[in-house]
T-cell receptor, first 110, second 116 residues
Framework: GEDVEQSLFLSVREGDSSVINCTYT??????LYWYKQEPGAGLQLLTY?????DMKQDQRLTVLLNKKDKHLSLRIADTQTGDSAIYFC??????????FGTGTRLLVSP | EAGVTQFPSHSVIEKGQTVTLRCDPI?????LYWYRRVMGKEIKFLLH????????ESGMPNNRFLAERTGGTYSTLKVQPAELEDSGVYFC??????????????FGPGTRLTVL
């Protein structure tokens, strides 16, 4: 089955850019998602990208998709302390269920 | 509009006891999903309802887990008897669009289950 991998932890300073990486195994993945989880809250959909795209930009967020390498990244420009959270990569292979990575805990220090 | 709600937010039980988790999806959403995150690991799919029918229960770990969605509205997930490895955060999600591709799922805050 599908396997999604992420690094567990990333620490940056306020104002820097953050890049969170994700790799997946199933080349038939159609939609790829980034979710954010703040403490005590549910998962919030940040952005998604369709597999026929290689980049999507939405304000401070940039998603890059390299289908050949099965690599997805989320770049957050001008990272703020409010961006501190766990970020989950998830893929949809067309069977409704989402397959998630382990989540990357982003810590932003002032 | 209210989001997905889950009850309780936390539950601490002893091994061998029974626990029932509840999820109320967004009104009008036919699709309801249960996921689980065991400490520090990935979020794993448990099952998917379309209205009151189980569409996919391939992620249910064993027969100690029973999910229901009577009437196609709220859902319950019962664990009986609970084991230590059942500890984790149980997320519920709902979606409106039954299409197979882009399927925005809206998640609840989760129920943190601790089995001692």
């Amino acid at each position: 089955g599908e396997d999604v991998e992420q690094s567990l932890f990333l620490s940056v300073r306020e104002g820097d850019s953050s890049v969170i990486n994700c790799t997946y195994t199933d080349s038939s993945s159609t939609y790829l998602y980034w979710y954010k989880q703040e403490p005590g809250a549910g998962l919030q959909l940040l952005t998604y990208i369709f597999s026929n795209m290689d980049m999507k930009q939405d304000q401070r967020l940039t998603v890059l998709l390299n289908k050949k390498d099965k690599h997805l990244s989320l770049r957050i420009a001008d990272t703020q302390t409010g961006d501190s959270a766990i970020y989950f990569c998830a893929v949809n292979t067309g069977f409704q269920k989402l397959v998630f990575g382990t989540g990357t805990r982003l810590l932003v220090s002032p | 509009e209210a989001g997905v709600t889950q009850f309780p937010s936390h539950s601490v039980i002893e091994k061998g006891q029974t626990v029932t988790l509840r999820c109320d999806p967004i009104s009008g959403h036919d699709n309801l999903y249960w996921y689980r995150r065991v400490m520090g690991k990935e979020i794993k799919f448990l099952l998917h309802f379309v209205k009151e029918s189980k569409q996919d229960e391939s992620g249910m770990p064993n027969n100690r887990f029973l999910a229901e969605r009577t009437g196609g509205t709220y859902s319950t997930l019962k664990v009986q008897p609970a084991e230590l490895e059942d500890s984790g955060v149980y997320f519920c999600a709902s979606s409106q669009d039954p299409g197979p591709l882009h399927n925005e799922q809206f998640f609840g805050p989760g129920t943190r289950l601790t089995v001692l």
